[in-house]
């Protein structure tokens, strides 16, 4: 048992006793753990560190029947081995990672855009390198892989788009957050390609504001809530975040006030997503937000938007095409998640941005480009 492991079970001894509660007025959040920790480079509970790409999150509570790991692979956009072989080689080094891991992980989660334009080929492609992992596995799509054929072939290959299941006292979500763009193609008369190409830019001037979860899987998700304890976690898997963090890359879904009311009643929620190629982190109400690293490449930070509980990562060295990209293994310690980011390439931190000097007041999300936009109707093309 490692001393962070011990230290861990005689506070929980000490703090958790049958009847015994702290005063509510005496509550140690964990956005305030995470900024004294980071301020200060070790607390009494644990310690934390102030610089990525480990992160080490504490929450005391019960919910996790038991602690687990599993890992999370995502945005490897993979072309056909005759155009680029770099892609292939980071998704068999993530592979072999993750089946090295011990103990092994309780699954894997691959969180969209195996593939960069959605051919078949890049998509078995994808299937055949990822055979390497033993475990289980779950899916849910990124753009990338839909919008050649409107997720035809992704479908055969991994199934619904989007699933629940319970695992050791938490509830796993996963949402399609993908296939829900206004259909601009129709009428332009565009070919499959022509779409495709559209949706595989990173402006979404071009595609418009695609993401978004729908009418449909709102009510789906109010459905498989219900009855779920409140104080038990939920982890929400998704391609986009789930709040609006920067609309003009579709970094965001269009009706994330819609999630935001669903999920607003359940006090332990984490939401872990794909899409942004970066180490970010957000909280919105009861809600952690926590963005993943891709394998094939990192995009920058949004020019406005940026939360204030992440610290920017200065990057990429252009002589390494390893660094800035990696895969994630996350803990679940009762009603924590604790992510580690295995970033192949930094093998030191040269630069951490500045301490935001409110960060003991709530985030806010001011309106921008959401609000222009007028309702969100959640319709499938």
Same mark, same amino acid.
């Given at each position: ?33 995470? %900024? ?96 390497? #992992? ?9 753009? %990338? ?44 008369? =565009? ?7 559209? =949706? ?72 872990? %997503?794909?899409?942004? %190629? ?37 990057? #990429? ?14 803990? =679940? ?30 985030? #806010? ?17």
């Amino acid at each position: 048992m490692s001393d962070l492991e011990r230290q861990r079970r005689e506070i929980a001894a000490a703090l958790q006793r049958p009847g015994v509660s702290p005063d509510p007025n005496l509550r140690l959040t964990r956005r305030m753990f995470f %900024h004294k920790s980071c301020l200060f480079g070790a607390a009494t509970v644990g310690q934390t560190f102030a610089w990525w790409p480990l992160i080490n999150t504490i929450d005391v509570a019960y919910a996790a029947e038991e602690s687990f790991k599993f890992a999370w692979i995502s945005d490897t956009h993979l072309y056909p081995r005759s155009v680029n072989t770099r892609f292939v080689e980071k998704v068999v080094r993530a592979a072999k990672d993750v089946q090295s891991m011990s103990p092994p992980a309780d699954f894997l989660i691959f969180g969209g855009d195996i593939a960069q334009l959605g051919k078949p080929e890049e998509l078995e492609l994808g299937v055949e390198l990822l055979k390497e #992992v033993k475990i289980k596995k779950v899916f849910i799509p990124g753009e %990338h892989d839909w919008y050649l054929d409107m997720g035809k072939k992704w479908g055969q290959l991994f199934g619904q788009p989007n699933w629940t299941f319970d695992h050791k006292g938490v509830r796993f979500i996963g949402l399609d957050t993908v296939s829900r763009g206004p259909d601009y193609w129709t009428a332009r008369k =565009m070919s499959p390609e022509e779409r495709m190409d559209h =949706m595989a830019v990173l402006d979404g001037s071009v595609a418009g504001p695609w993401a978004g979860v729908g009418r449909d899987q709102l009510d789906w998700m109010e459905k498989i809530l219900a009855g779920w304890d409140p104080s038990r976690p939920i982890v929400i898997f998704s391609h986009n975040p789930l709040y609006e963090y920067y609309p003009p890359w579709n970094f965001w879904v269009r009706d994330w006030r819609e999630v935001q009311a669903v999920l607003k009643p359940f006090s332990n929620v984490t939401n872990i %997503h794909g899409h942004v %190629h970066q180490v970010l982190y957000n909280e919105i109400g009861n809600m952690r937000s926590i963005g993943m690293l891709a394998t094939s490449w990192p995009w920058p930070y949004a020019p406005e938007g940026v939360p204030k509980l992440t610290k920017p990562m200065i990057r #990429v060295d252009p002589g390494d095409i390893y660094d800035g990209v990696g895969w994630e293994k996350l803990t =679940m310690n009762r009603d924590k998640i604790e992510t580690e980011y295995v970033m192949w390439g930094r093998k030191e931190v040269f630069v951490q941005s500045a301490e935001d000097s409110s960060l003991s007041t709530p985030e #806010v999300l001011r309106p921008r480009i959401a609000d222009q936009l007028g309702p969100y109707e959640g319709s499938k093309p």
